[in-house]
């Protein structure tokens, strides 16, 4: 099984220019999100979507927008990059089980690599 | 203050000790969750758990909810456990969404 896969995984950019990273995972699951890890920091939540169809912010939105594709795919867009979205990109997956109010793990990609000059 | 706190930040351990990394967290939780993050940067999980204790091979993770306290602990440890470890909580009565901790990096030498 792929799991989660994230494409580029290396990529440097402008000031200014946009670019989208892409997320697939191939165990259906219905939620799924994307995250930034920084020196020092701790992993922080940019976008998540719940199940299909639905996108909700996380704790450091601005400057990205999200799309919900389908099911399989959710893809992060920088619209404007900035130097300080200079970053480690990981997007993740899981289930979430409402029934017994427990989330299953999260499933992660390699990470996207983006410098910002 | 973060409301998820590792200790040690750093670790370097002889090649057969007993390790243990330290999560404090300051909120209500559902569960949470030890994430390994290797030197390539791929991130695995590990353990989820919400009450007592979970062993898989050399890894054993601990909880005690009353005192917000986690552990996680590495038996007989070898060069190939070098990583970062991470924890991660899940409010209780969120949307779900983790709080990460900073991560602990182990370096585990010959």
């Known amino acids: 099984n792929a799991g989660v896969t994230q494409t580029p995984k290396f990529q440097v950019l402008k000031t200014g220019q946009s670019m989208t990273l892409q997320c697939a995972q191939d165990?259906?699951?219905?939620?799924m999100y994307w995250y930034r890890q920084d020196p020092g920091m701790g992993l922080r939540l940019i976008y998540y979507?719940?199940?299909?169809?639905?996108?909700d912010k996380g704790e450091v939105p601005n400057g990205y927008n999200v799309s919900r594709l389908n099911k399989r795919e959710f893809s992060l867009r920088l619209e404007s990059a900035a130097p300080s979205q200079t970053s480690v990109y990981f997007c993740?997956?899981?289930?979430?089980?409402?029934?017994?109010?427990?989330?299953?793990?999260?499933?992660f990609g390699d990470g996207t690599r983006l410098s910002i000059l | 203050k973060n409301e998820v706190e590792q200790s040690p930040q750093n670790l370097t351990a002889q090649e057969g000790e007993f390790i243990t990394i330290n999560c404090s967290y300051s909120?209500?939780?559902?569960?949470l969750h030890w994430l390994q993050q290797h030197p390539g940067g791929g991130i695995v999980s590990l353990f989820m758990?919400?009450?007592g204790k979970k062993k898989h091979g050399r890894l054993i993770a601990t909880i005690n909810i009353q005192e917000k306290h986690s552990s996680l602990h590495i038996t007989a440890s070898h060069p190939r456990d070098s990583a970062v470890y991470i924890c991660?909580?899940?409010?209780?009565?969120?949307?779900?969404?983790?709080?990460f901790g900073k991560g602990t990096k182990l370096s585990v030498k010959p």
């Open positions: 909120v209500g939780i559902s569960a």
């Open positions: 165990m259906n699951h219905n939620s």
């Open positions: 979507s719940a199940s299909e169809g639905t996108t």
């Open positions: 991660a909580v899940r409010a209780g009565g969120s949307q779900g969404n983790l709080i």
């Open positions: 993740a997956s899981n289930t979430r089980d409402r029934g017994i109010g427990s989330n299953q793990p999260q499933h």
């Open positions: 758990l919400s009450s």
